[in-house]
């Protein structure tokens, strides 16, 4: 049987944007990839513009990652509620993601790779 989430080094640099604003450029992103859905890439905080990003009270869990914390993101003209997301402590098979931070991509925020 297979793993039903795998986590590798994501291929090539990476860019986060929202409201015309680059929040991360990163060549150590990685790639989640999670049964059928399509595949998230997390970004280190090292590679991010932490000051957009405001922590949330809003959480999530999944029982194959665990616990996830959410930021909401801070442009000039609005706010991106919850956009943006955490796992502080991941369970066992993703560690590799622990505090890493991913992106839901809308007409606001877009995710690509360079």
């Not at 680059?22 to 998230?40: N, R, T, W």
């Not at 809308?106 to 790779?113: I, M, P, R, Y």
Request: glycine share 6%.
């Amino acid at each position: 049987m297979t793993k039903y989430i795998t986590v590798r080094p994501a291929a090539g640099t990476w860019v986060v944007r929202a409201g015309g604003a680059v929040l991360g450029e990163s060549k150590s992103a990685l790639e989640l990839s999670e049964g059928d859905y399509p595949a998230v890439i997390y970004f280190p905080p090292s590679d991010l513009a932490m000051a957009f990003l405001e922590k949330t009270d809003h959480s999530t869990h999944c029982p194959h990652k665990g616990d996830a914390s959410y930021y909401s993101i801070v442009t000039k003209s609005k706010t991106l509620k919850n956009a943006a997301w955490t796992y502080e402590t991941p369970s066992d098979d993703v560690q590799d993601i622990k505090d890493h931070i991913a992106f839901y991509p809308s007409e606001d925020l877009a995710v690509e790779q360079l």
